[in-house]
């Protein structure tokens, strides 16, 4: 959790009055780097940077209604990208591996 605009510039209002950054930060108990941090650029960050998705959900999907059998690898080839990217936008896209029919498992010995 990130502090407050209104704390920052509290923090900020102390070092203008002339205390050193390493009294202020014994004072809020903030490191000294952050503070430093805060000297550059006092607004709080709304939203972080995301790097965009190399797989296209719509494509995916397709993928997987063709070929439902396929495994991950098989469709990193088509994508090509890594298996585990494939597995990491299948669990986005909250689409789960096939699973066995109950009528197929071993019955249980009584």
């Given at each position: 959790?990130?502090?407050?605009?209104h704390f920052r510039?509290?923090v900020i209002a102390?070092?203008?009055?002339?205390?050193?950054?390493?009294?202020?930060?014994?004072?809020?108990?903030?490191?000294?780097?952050?503070?430093?941090?805060?000297?550059?650029?006092?607004?709080?960050?709304?939203?972080?940077?995301?790097?965009?998705?190399?797989?296209?959900?719509?494509?995916?999907?397709?993928?997987?209604?063709?070929?439902?059998?396929?495994?991950?690898?098989?469709?990193?080839?088509?994508?090509?990208?890594?298996?585990?990217?494939?597995?990491?936008?299948?669990?986005?896209?909250?689409?789960?591996m096939k699973k066995?029919?109950?009528?197929?498992?071993?019955?249980?010995?009584?």
């Open positions: 959790m990130s502090y407050s605009e510039r509290k102390k070092l203008e009055e002339g205390y050193s950054i390493r009294a202020v930060s014994t004072q809020f108990e903030i490191d000294k780097n952050t503070i430093l941090s805060w000297k550059k650029r006092i607004e709080v960050k709304r939203t972080r940077p995301r790097k965009p998705f190399k797989i296209e959900d719509d494509a995916l999907r397709a993928d997987v209604e063709k070929y439902p059998d396929d495994y991950q690898y098989e469709r990193a080839v088509r994508f090509s990208c890594s298996a585990a990217s494939i597995g990491y936008a299948l669990k986005r896209l909250g689409i789960t066995r029919p109950y009528a197929t498992h071993k019955p249980k010995n009584p």
